[in-house]
C-alpha cells in the first residue's frame, strides 16, 4: 500500500493494442491528449504496434510498445511481464485497457495490486471473440471498472456477463471541435464534387460489421431515380475489395468516391448532404458523432447505440435493409428544409450531451477514488 498522503493527483496509464487508424485508437489519442490538458499524468502503453494516432502524444507522456501481436505465446506472456513491471516501476495508480486483448493482459498485470485495472469497453459484448468471451468472467473480477461508451454498451455487458450495473460507468465519447471550417463550396471544389450533386457521405473503417454493401446498395437505388448524387467513403479496412467490386457490379463507377484513410473527414462532412451509418452493430460511432456536430442529416441502422446517438431524430432502417436505407436518401433529398431542421436539432444534442470537461471531470473523481481505495 502506498502512504495517503503521497499523491493527491493520480497517474493514469492507457493500454491499447495499436494506435492505428480506428474509432478506439482516435479515442485513445483524445482522452490522453485531455486527461494532459487537466494535469493528470498519463501514459500509453501498445501491446502491438504505434501508429498514427500516436505520434502527436510521443512528446507529451511517456510511451510504450511491447511488440505482442496474440495473447496465448511467450511472446504474450513477456508482453504481461513488461507491463508488470511498466506499471510498478512507473507507480502508475490506475490501468485503463482497450480491445479484448489489453483488457486481458492488463487485467493480469495488475493482479499484483501495483495498480487498479479499468476496462473500457466501446462495443456491444456481442461482438466479443470467442476466446475473450471465455475469458471475460476472469477479467471482470480481476478489474475495478468496466466503462462503457454508451447506455447500450453498458446494458450489453451486464447481460452477458452478469456483472453488477453498479460497476460499469458510462463515459460517453470525447467529440472534439471540427478541427477546419471548410465551407460547402470549396469542401466540394476539393473533392470534385458538382455544386448541385446529392451527396451522401459515410466514414469508418470497412469491416463487415459496418455493412457497406446495403450503404451502396441503397445509393444504386438513389441514382436509378435519376438524382443526381455522389456517394463519398473516407475510410480503408479488410473489405475495401468487396466493395469496389461491388461497386462496379452496380454500376457505381462515376458516383462513388472512396477516399481511404484522411485526415479530412471535416471536408467530407462540409460536402455533404446527409450522413448514412448502417452498421450491424455498434457501441457508440464517433463518425456519427462528428456528423452530428456538422449538422448533417442522418440515415442510420436501427440498432440502440444510433438510437441512443440520435435521441430519435434520424431517418432509421432495419440492419441489412437497403431499400429502407433508400427510403431514408429519398426523404432527405425531398424534404432538405425538415432534414435541416432535424440536423439542427441534432447538433444541439451533441452539444448538450458531449461535454468534453464533464466527460475529464467524471474520469478524474473515478481514478482518485480508484487510487485512494488502493492506499
Keep these: 500500500m502506498r502512504p495517503t498522503n503521497e499523491r493527491a493527483t493520480p497517474r493514469v496509464l492507457l493500454v491499447v493494442d495499436d494506435m492505428g487508424v480506428g474509432g478506439t485508437q482516435k479515442q485513445v489519442a483524445a482522452v490522453a491528449g485531455r486527461l494532459v490538458d487537466a494535469g493528470i499524468e498519463t501514459g500509453i502503453v501498445c501491446l502491438e504496434r504505434g501508429g498514427v494516432n500516436l505520434e502527436p502524444l510521443r512528446a507529451r507522456m511517456e510511451v510504450h510498445i511491447l511488440g505482442v501481436k496474440r495473447i496465448y505465446d511467450h511472446k504474450a506472456a513477456s508482453a504481461t511481464a513488461s507491463l508488470s513491471r511498466i506499471i510498478r516501476t512507473g507507480r502508475w495508480d490506475v490501468v485503463e485497457a482497450y480491445l479484448p486483448a489489453a483488457h486481458f493482459i492488463s487485467a493480469i498485470s495488475c493482479a499484483a495490486g501495483a495498480a ?18 471465455a475469458a471475460a468472467p476472469l477479467v471482470n473480477r480481476m478489474s475495478a471498472l468496466s466503462i462503457a461508451n454508451s447506455q447500450s454498451v453498458k446494458k450489453s455487458v451486464v447481460k452477458r456477463y452478469l456483472i453488477r450495473p453498479s460497476k460499469v460507468a458510462v463515459i460517453p465519447n470525447i467529440i472534439d471541435p471540427p478541427a477546419s471550417s471548410c465551407q460547402r463550396a470549396e469542401a466540394r471544389k476539393q473533392l470534385s464534387i458538382a455544386p448541385d450533386a446529392f451527396t451522401v457521405a459515410a466514414v469508418g473503417t470497412m469491416r463487415p460489421v459496418k455493412d457497406y454493401p446495403t450503404v451502396l446498395r441503397a445509393f444504386a437505388g438513389l441514382a436509378c431515380r435519376g438524382l443526381k448524387a ?22 457505381l463507377n462515376g ?3 472512396i477516399l481511404g484513410t484522411t485526415s479530412h473527414v471535416q471536408e467530407v462532412l462540409a460536402a455533404a448532404d446527409l450522413y448514412v451509418h448502417a452498421s450491424v452493430s455498434e457501441g457508440s460511432s464517433n463518425a456519427l458523432l462528428e456528423a452530428m456536430a456538422a ?10 447505440a444510433n438510437r441512443e446517438c440520435l435521441e430519435g431524430l434520424g431517418e432509421y432502417f432495419a440492419p441489412g435493409d ?19 431542421r432535424k440536423a439542427r436539432r ?20 473515478i481514478y482518485t477514488a480508484l487510487m485512494e481505495a488502493a492506499q
Design 116 to 133: 487498479r485495472c479499468i476496462v473500457a469497453r466501446r462495443n456491444s459484448a456481442r461482438l466479443d471473440p470467442p476466446w475473450y468471451a
Design 255 to 257: 458516383e462513388l468516391r
Design 346 to 365: 441534432l447538433q444541439q444534442a451533441v452539444r448538450r450531451r458531449f461535454d468534453v470537461q464533464k466527460s475529464i471531470a467524471r474520469r478524474r473523481r
Design 322 to 340: 437497403w431499400r429502407g436505407c433508400l427510403d431514408g436518401f429519398l426523404k432527405v433529398a425531398a424534404d432538405p428544409p425538415a432534414a435541416s
Design 230 to 251: 455522389v456517394l463519398v467513403l473516407a475510410g480503408d479496412g479488410s473489405e475495401r475489395g468487396r466493395i469496389l467490386r461491388l461497386a462496379h457490379a452496380l454500376g
Design 295 to 304: 449538422r448533417l442529416p442522418a440515415v442510420v441502422s436501427d440498432i440502440p
